[in-house]
T-cell receptor, first 114, second 111 residues
């Protein structure tokens, strides 16, 4: 089944404890992206990747890192999480960055930073 | 600032009625997409309309696009309880490499 998977789905952590949220897609998509969703603010893009080893900042990249060593994986790294990073996170992928492509979303990761 | 803004923010109707949601955007686009999100879950792509198209249909969905007014509408006909969800428009900015989402319309279908 074609899908985007994220792990973990739920995470409660404490300020400053490094964490990684994994994202994997099995559709051979070139383009991958991370979003955070907050009440009243909608979805905001954190980072995106056009292809392997090509990443770029989205609208809210501060406090996050990403890597794209393989086509299928696009982990989101929080080196030193803070409470303002408490949010619902989504990974998404599409065939390419071209404008005609729909994005496929993962199920989301609900992160709470205490 | 938000590229896409949906209106209304919330809509509650009876099952069987039609639901209309609107989206306005600010800059030139290549296409506009609509997504659905069931509570707390991932977004699901519904329909894409290109900037040179004015109307598109998919099942019970009808999308219109008016580039002169920088607006789009999503019509869901003969609504069902399962249509209860949040609906987002997303625009693909020309020259950019990303979709920009609005804040969504929360649709509730009452049985």
């Amino acid at each position: 089944e074609a899908q985007v998977t994220q792990n973990p789905r739920y995470l409660i952590t404490v300020t400053g404890k490094k964490l990684t949220v994994t994202c994997s897609q099995n559709m051979n998509h070139e383009y991958m992206s991370w979003y955070r969703q907050d009440p009243g603010l909608g979805l905001r893009q954190i980072y995106y990747s056009m292809n392997v080893e090509v990443t770029d900042k989205g609208d809210v990249p501060e406090g996050y890192k990403v890597s794209r060593k393989e086509k299928r994986n696009f982990p989101l790294i929080l080196e030193s999480p803070s409470p303002n990073q408490t949010s619902l996170y989504f990974c998404a992928s599409s065939l390419s960055a071209g404008s005609v492509n729909e994005q496929f979303f993962g199920p989301g990761t609900r992160l709470t930073v205490l | 600032s938000q590229q896409g803004e949906e209106d209304p923010q919330a809509l509650s109707i009876q099952e069987g009625e039609n639901a209309t949601m609107n989206c306005s955007y600010k800059t030139s686009i290549n296409n506009l997409q609509w997504y659905r999100q069931n509570s707390g879950r991932g977004l699901v792509h519904l329909i894409l309309i290109r900037s040179n198209e004015r109307e598109k249909h998919s099942g019970r969905l009808r999308v219109t696009l008016d580039t002169s007014k920088k607006s789009s509408s999503l019509l869901i006909t003969a609504s069902r309880a399962a249509d209860t969800a949040s609906y987002f428009c997303a625009t693909y900015l020309r020259g950019a490499q990303k979709l920009v989402f609005g804040q969504g319309t929360r649709l509730t279908i009452n049985p």
